[in-house]
């Protein structure tokens, strides 16, 4: 089941669940968001670009598993320093996710949290 599955609503219950990597050829060879049990479910398709070929993954789903991902705190009290988890989440995926180039299949992500 995708993310846009439940969340969302884009897809009509009717529609088949989002892509597997696992069972479908068009990603032989393509990089995987590690964990997978975390970020497959934000796959929307493979997409092409001059030669290339990568996975595109739905940039407000990675941001909401790194918000889900987040430990909650444990001080009794808040702390005012205490940077928002969605910012916290947006500023990971910002550094260490999007800002990876390891090759010609580095996965894209579409902007749809704007």
């Known amino acids: 089941m995708s ?9 009509s219950p009717l529609d088949p669940p989002g892509p597997n990597p ?10 995987l968001l590690e964990p997978r049990s975390e970020f497959d479910q934000c796959i929307l398709g493979v997409a092409e670009r001059f030669n290339d070929r990568f996975v595109l993954y739905s940039r407000k789903c990675i941001i909401d598993q790194l918000v889900m991902d987040e430990e909650p705190s444990v001080a009794a009290e808040p702390d005012e320093d205490q940077q928002d988890p969605r910012e916290a989440a947006y500023e990971h995926y910002s550094f260490n996710i ?16 704007e």
Not at 22 to 31: A, H, S, V, W
Not at 98 to 113: A, H, I, Q
């Open 22 to 31: 696992d069972q479908d050829e068009r990603f032989d060879g393509l990089l």
């Open 98 to 113: 999007l800002g990876s180039f390891v090759g010609e299949t580095t996965p894209g992500f579409l902007v749809d949290d």
């Open 3 to 11: 993310y846009y599955d439940n969340d969302y609503a884009l897809r």
